[in-house]
């Protein structure tokens, strides 16, 4: 039941609603009801200051006892009520309090009237009155005569009249909120509906993306939760189409790559088995065959690193690095690659100067970048390690004058097995993944790396790190 959070929201918001709009009428109904009788209460108190004081101008004769009555009950059908002025003493009273007065033969009078002869003013609301036969307002004031207490002035007046005014502003305060409560549920509804909306989509989205199918971004203009949800939610979609173009491509590359060595090394063992090759040759095409085997050594190396590289599985230890230091140490690596090919290759980085990396990380970074640069420059080239540092980074960088690469492969060069038209009809044997591996290090450490070059002309390859003061 409930199982939709449409349907769920929709019934909790309207709960909520009717509770808060029934609650508010309930508290509204209430306080009208009070102040009609706090204000009949303070009516009725005036009503008995004025015969009260009606009274004293009898006993003090400036009326008449006629003049007295006429007053009395004049006050007493304006209000719809009935005004007793006893004169009465407390001793008396207690005498003869088991008499039945006319009209006052209710048991709650004979209990008020003691406490309005000790001059204390009493208030009944809705009193059953047997008498009146009907519920009743009951007000009871001492009359003071100069001062003194003499006796009590007593109001009743029955409710019916105030009831029924109750009963038809309460009709019209319940009916004011059944109208709010059918009034709010279209409201409630597209609430709802609004809220639920984009998770819905975001639903439908999801089991396209998990059977393979293509799927739309999910679109809410919205700058709430559910609005940076949904941004969220497109940016792991985007992620998981990006990993799944990167996983195929992968597919194709690697493919690609290791069909090569391995049709030449089937190549040349069918052609040993089958006696194309002389016995006295046998030697030469093993060595071939040892060639491919080792590419594709570096190959799945290169892959594995690539792979614990992206997926966040090689840690790294950052220290304080001397950077000339460094690079004369990898230098030093390809020192008999450089003579081989009469190269000069010149360490131009400052003896001071100081970086904070992981050191096996930076200095596979140079030996990935020196390795290419000594591979594609030509015989007597010379190549440029220098540095410079501003007041965060040290940018590094690795000039050669070598064959350089075409403008349009330049924003290209970082990505995996990518390699131009021209390096791929040659008889390069690198993998393709040593500048993605670089590019994948320099990151790690909190840096950038990018290319300059310039066809015939050399390239230039430069990356920066934090500085280490």
Not at 143 to 169: C, D, F, H, W, Y
Not at 174 to 199: D, E, H, T
């Amino acid at each position: 039941m409930l199982k939709s959070i449409f349907l769920r929201l929709l019934v909790t918001y309207l709960l909520i609603t009717i509770f808060v709009i029934t609650s508010m009428t309930f508290i509204v109904a209430n306080i009208y009801k009070n102040t009609v009788f706090k204000e009949e209460r303070e009516h009725l108190e005036s009503v008995a200051q004025r015969a009260n004081s009606l009274a004293q101008d009898y006993y003090n004769q400036l009326i008449s006892e006629k003049e007295l009555n006429s007053a009395v009950n004049a006050m007493g059908y304006s209000t719809e009520s009935v005004i007793y002025v006893l004169k009465i003493n407390k001793e008396h009273f207690a005498e003869h309090q088991k008499l039945l007065l006319s009209g006052l033969n209710e048991e709650f009078v004979a209990q008020d009237l003691k406490l309005v002869l000790d001059g204390r003013k009493v208030f009944r609301q809705e009193q059953y009155s047997v008498g009146f036969g009907t519920y009743v307002l009951f007000s009871g004031s001492p009359l003071t005569i100069n001062g003194k207490v003499e006796g009590a002035i007593l109001v009743i007046s029955p409710i019916n009249n105030l009831n029924q005014n109750i009963a038809r502003m309460n009709l019209i305060i319940w009916a004011v909120a059944v109208a709010m409560i059918i009034v709010s549920v279209p409201f409630v509804y597209l609430n709802s509906r609004r809220i639920s909306k984009p998770i819905k989509e975001m639903e439908v989205t999801a089991r396209k993306i998990a059977a393979g199918e293509k799927a739309d971004h999910t679109v809410i203009f919205s700058q709430d939760e559910i609005g940076r949800l949904a941004n969220s939610f497109n940016n792991m979609k985007d992620q998981i189409e990006k990993t799944e173009k990167m996983r195929q491509e992968l597919i194709a590359d690697v493919s690609h790559e290791l069909r090569t060595p391995l049709t030449s090394i089937n190549g040349f063992v069918q052609a040993i088995i089958d006696g194309v090759i002389e016995p006295e040759n046998h030697g030469e095409y093993l060595l071939l065959i040892q060639d491919e085997a080792k590419r594709l050594i570096r190959l799945t190396s290169d892959l594995l690193d690539l792979a614990k590289l992206q997926s966040g599985g090689i840690e790294m230890y950052k220290e304080r690095i001397n950077l000339f230091a460094l690079v004369e140490g990898v230098l030093a690596v390809f020192s008999p690659q450089a003579e081989n090919k009469e190269l000069s290759i010149i360490n131009r980085v400052a003896q001071e100067l100081y970086v904070r990396a992981d050191s096996s990380a930076l200095k596979q970074v140079l030996i990935n970048i020196i390795s290419n640069a000594i591979k594609y420059s030509p015989a007597k080239g010379q190549i440029i390690v220098n540095a410079e540092q501003d007041s965060n980074h040290v940018r590094l960088a690795v000039c050669d004058n070598g064959i350089g690469i075409a403008e349009e492969d330049l924003p290209y060069i970082f990505e995996k097995f990518y390699r131009s038209d021209r390096v791929r009809n040659s008889e390069d044997k690198s993998t393709g993944l040593g500048l993605s591996i670089a590019k994948n290090l320099i990151e790690l450490n909190g840096g950038s790396i990018w290319a300059e070059s310039t066809e015939r002309r050399g390239t230039s390859v430069i990356f920066t790190l934090p500085v280490d003061f």
